[in-house]
């Protein structure tokens, strides 16, 4: 991203939500870590996905730097996320950008703490109120809802890009070759981070738009950010002081009973052994 910004002033970076995973202790270290990593690349938009609730309503409260939306979810004690969000870019060009949330993906069974109203109305209300007042060149809505569901956005007047995330596990198929129609482009983020989307959007005098968009993996190609490694060191640092917290604990419990090596389970199992020994697992 870094990388980005020195080679185009007009960038808008954005997230379509489902940055944590199940609640876990390390988790809870990581979505801390994860979120300061978005403060520094200083995001443009984020949207809030089913999974980004894990830690609570109050986690939100902590990192009023991250510029959350939510057109359709309400939190209980966080008033700080707008419904949409405007940018005025270098070139002048105005941005608005709305989120989008599926009520289906969250579990709210009687929890009055969280409020997702349907995806279609919620945009009915806001759309013509933010064309009007705010008069945007582009607008961007983020969805974080499955695909079939997002892409019957696109024939939606003032909706101009519409960029969807919502992956279930990792290990899920995901097509995300990018979609266009009368005009309208539709874009879905991929699993485990490995890519990044990049869009480029040209706008004529004329106001017609066109579109390339590419999937910039995220290998060693790409150069690490000095903050970024300063950052991942703590994170590194605070994880092992977990695990050595959590084995310390272990071996108190545990310390009168005895278990078997290596040399002992290779008796019966050589082969398995022998493939395991030669790996770099092993």
Request: aromatic share 8%; proline share 4%; glycine share 6%.
């Amino acid at each position: 991203i870094g990388e980005l910004r020195a080679k185009e002033k007009n960038l808008i970076v954005l997230d379509s939500g489902d940055s944590f995973k199940a609640p876990s202790r390390q988790g809870r270290v990581k979505a801390r870590f994860l979120m300061q990593s978005m403060e520094l690349m200083n995001y443009d938009a984020v949207a809030i996905g089913d999974k980004d609730l894990v830690y609570g309503n109050a986690f939100f409260n902590q990192w009023k730097k991250v510029p959350f939306v939510a057109s359709n979810l309400k939190l209980s004690g966080v008033d700080f996320i707008p419904e949409f969000k405007t940018k005025k870019l270098a070139n002048g060009v105005k941005i608005a950008i709305l989120a989008l949330a599926d009520p289906e993906l969250f579990y709210l069974g009687g929890d009055q703490t969280i409020s997702v109203t349907q995806p279609r109305e919620t945009l009915n209300r806001i759309l013509p109120i933010l064309l009007e007042k705010e008069k945007p060149d582009l607008t961007i809505l983020l969805t974080h809802m499955k695909k079939e569901k997002a892409l019957t956005f696109m024939g939606i007047p003032g909706v101009n890009v519409i960029v969807n995330g919502n992956i279930e596990t990792e290990t899920d198929v995901i097509d995300m070759n990018p979609q266009e129609k009368n005009g309208v482009i539709f874009v879905q983020s991929g699993p485990r981070g490995q890519k990044v989307g990049d869009l480029k959007i040209t706008l004529n005098n004329k106001g017609e738009i066109s579109f390339s968009h590419q999937m910039i993996k995220l290998d060693s190609h790409v150069n690490f950010d000095p903050e970024m490694v300063k950052l991942y060191e703590k994170y590194n640092e605070e994880i092992e002081d977990l695990f050595l917290e959590s084995l310390a604990a272990k071996r108190k419990k545990n310390k009168n009973k005895i278990y078997a090596g290596e040399t002992t389970c290779k008796k019966c199992h050589e082969k398995s052994h022998k493939t395991w020994t030669e790996s770099r697992h092993g």
